[in-house]
């Protein structure tokens, strides 16, 4: 990746209300793997744990919120929110053109995302699925989509 792509385009990767640490440390394995510039949880704070065996929360930085309102207000500047929630106003991952800055928020498996964040949401994305996945795993698609070479990045 070159410096010039580096300073224009960003993105971090989150979960709100994380049920378990072990999903969290998968995430931010992956996150580290694939590019993600920050990683961060809203609600329950993260547990050290031996998934993630990268010790990603060592080489990237990690925030934490308590609340979804503490979380949107310190927002990067020009990022957009993308939640990840199985909604009917949702856009298919399939067809969905990625910010170029952004930041990815996810759900708990047994609650997804608050309504108060599918309504902050810049945009809302969703992917085949007959039931929710596990948010390890959906983070995960959601960055591999993300890095597929494709014309679909949005020139902001």
Known sequence: ?????????????????????????????TAQNLGASFIFTIGNRYAKQ????????????????DTFEDFYKNLPKGAELVG????????A????????????????EDHGLSRVACDKAHHLVQFKSIKSLNVAVAGSI????????????HKK
């Open 50 to 65: 031996a998934c993630d065996t990268h010790h990603a929360v060592k080489a990237m930085p990690y925030f934490h919120y």
């Open 84 to 91: 990840v929630e199985m909604k009917e106003n949702a856009v």
């Open 142 to 153: 959601v960055m591999y989509d993300r890095n597929l070479p494709k014309p679909r990045m």
């Open 93 to 108: 991952l399939e067809t969905f053109t990625h910010p170029r800055r952004c930041v990815y928020l996810l759900g708990a």
């Open 1 to 29: 990746m070159s410096t010039d792509n580096f300073e224009h385009e960003f993105f971090g990767i989150g979960i709100q209300n994380g049920k378990t640490p072990e999903n969290l440390g998968v995430l931010w394995r």
